[in-house]
T-cell receptor
Framework: GENVEQHPSTLSVQEGDSAVIKCTYS??????FPWYKQELGKRPQLIID?????GEKKDQRIAVTLNKTAKHFSLHITETQPEDSAVYFC????????????FGTGTSLTVIP | GAVVSQHPSRVICKSGTSVKIECRSL??????MFWYRQFPKQSLMLMAT?????????EQGVEKDKFLINHASLTLSTLTVTSAHPEDSSFYIC????????????FGSGTRLTVV
């Protein structure tokens, strides 16, 4: 099955700086890579996703890059704000009926005002 | 957009009792639902996958007789924790597939179970 690894497990940055979280996956058949933000006690919220047919996607301060050859993808948050503080999870999946998401272990991001 | 409602949000029960958690897709038909368990500061661990009208597929190490999953309709799946013990205390969250957003995966709001 798929194995998703995520680093770092914790990350602290100063407000305004950038944050980068990296994930690797093992199954070359995976073709969909979402990123979720989870605040304490709440449901994960999709913040950005990328399909394997593109190498980069950007949405305002958030971007995701994908390297299919190396089987890794990264989340980039620029101009961080205190409200960005949360746990971020990457996931990998094969799009199709009933296919599950395989989640990374999570990164606890703290943005210091 | 796709909405998944999960109830209850919090529940405290005594050891030995059973607790039922409901997950409903409000505006789409959920052909597949996933049940996850999350311990504090840890990732989401898939417990089981259920398809409407068929038996759930459990992940290795998850006791199917302890965690009963029913997916009797396209809009409702339930997870029943039977004979709960303190070590079952956790955050349980469902995810439903069938909506148009996120290629069909929408999370419920989660249930914080505390067994005393």
């Amino acid at each position: 099955g798929e194995n998703v690894e995520q680093h770092p497990s914790t990350l602290s940055v100063q407000e305004g700086d950038s944050a980068v979280i990296k994930c690797t996956y093992s199954d070359s058949a995976s073709n969909y890579f979402p990123w979720y933000k989870q605040e304490l006690g709440k449901r994960p919220q999709l913040i950005i996703d990328i399909r394997s047919n593109v190498g980069e996607k950007k949405d305002q301060r958030i971007a995701v890059t994908l390297n299919k050859t190396a089987k890794h993808f990264s989340l980039h948050i620029t101009e961080t704000q205190p409200e960005d503080s949360a746990v971020y999870f990457c996931a990998a999946s094969i799009l199709g009926t009933g296919n599950q998401f395989y989640f990374g272990t999570g990164t606890s991001l703290t943005v210091i005002p | 957009g796709a909405v998944v409602s999960q109830h209850p949000s919090r529940v405290i029960c005594k050891s030995g009792t059973s607790v039922k958690i409901e997950c409903r897709s409000l505006d789409f038909q959920a052909t597949t639902m996933f049940w996850y368990r999350q311990f504090p500061k840890q990732s989401l661990m898939l417990m089981a996958t259920s398809n409407e009208g068929s038996k759930a597929t459990y992940e290795q190490g998850v006791e199917k007789d302890k965690f009963l999953i029913n997916h009797a309709s396209l809009t409702l799946s339930t997870l029943t924790v039977t004979s709960a013990h303190p070590e079952d205390s956790s955050f349980y969250i469902c995810s439903a597939r069938g909506g148009r957003e996120n290629y069909g995966y929408t999370f419920g709001s989660g249930t914080r179970l505390t067994v005393v």
